[in-house]
């Protein structure tokens, strides 16, 4: 019995720890800034669970198929509020599809996830980089988000943790 528990212990040793998820199946990717954790992403998970109801979208717009689309993505937080990307746009988040990472600058106020992009490119995740519109030189990654609720569901998230955070 003893040999076959080291040897169950070996082979989960040998993996390493299992990294942490959100309830949707978010991960962090490791050596990510302090100032992201595991639990801001879950928050910011959550809120766009609880307002997703508000993007006509129909891939995202329950919050069951929105937490089904959040799954198998990686977020990594940066140091940098801001980066020129390598399109040459200067940028506080960028989602990379096709690498299911989620890159997100620090925000200006620190504890705060809200000043960041993180909900922004949350979507953009769950849409897999895919709009409902034609794209459009002047709106590319955000094709319909006018017209699908996306914009307006961002700023009521923003709304609510502006006012939790500031008494």
Same mark, same amino acid.
């Given at each position: 019995?003893?040999?076959?528990?080291? &040897?169950?212990?070996?082979?989960?040793?040998?993996?390493?720890?299992?990294?942490?998820?959100?309830?949707?199946?978010?991960?962090?990717?490791?050596?990510?800034?302090?100032?992201?954790?595991?639990?801001?992403?879950?928050?910011?998970?959550?809120? &766009?669970?609880?307002?997703?109801?508000? &993007?006509?979208?129909?891939?995202?717009?329950?919050?069951?198929?929105?937490?089904?689309?959040?799954?198998?993505?990686?977020?990594?937080?940066?140091?940098?509020?801001?980066?020129?990307?390598?399109?040459?746009?200067?940028?506080?988040?960028?989602?990379?599809?096709?690498?299911?990472?989620?890159?997100?600058?620090?925000?200006?106020?620190?504890?705060?996830?809200?000043?960041?992009?993180?909900?922004?490119?949350? &979507?953009?995740?769950?849409?897999?980089?895919?709009?409902?519109?034609?794209?459009?030189?002047?709106?590319?990654?955000?094709?319909?988000?006018?017209?699908?609720?996306?914009?307006?569901?961002?700023?009521?998230?923003?709304?609510?943790?502006?006012?939790?955070?500031?008494?």
């Amino acid at each position: 019995m003893m040999k076959i528990w080291l &040897i169950a212990f070996l082979a989960v040793s040998a993996c390493g720890p299992v990294p942490a998820t959100t309830r949707c199946g978010l991960g962090m990717l490791e050596q990510s800034a302090d100032w992201l954790t595991i639990e801001k992403v879950q928050e910011a998970e959550d809120q &766009i669970l609880r307002f997703v109801q508000g &993007i006509s979208d129909d891939r995202i717009n329950s919050p069951q198929k929105a937490c089904a689309a959040l799954k198998w993505g990686s977020v990594y937080g940066l140091n940098e509020t801001h980066w020129v990307d390598k399109w040459g746009r200067d940028v506080s988040g960028l989602t990379y599809c096709p690498e299911r990472t989620i890159v997100v600058g620090r925000p200006w106020e620190l504890n705060a996830w809200q000043r960041s992009a993180l909900a922004h490119e949350l &979507i953009h995740w769950t849409q897999r980089c895919e709009g409902t519109g034609a794209a459009t030189a002047v709106d590319i990654g955000h094709e319909n988000w006018h017209e699908d609720g996306v914009y307006s569901t961002l700023e009521r998230i923003n709304a609510l943790n502006v006012s939790r955070t500031n008494p």
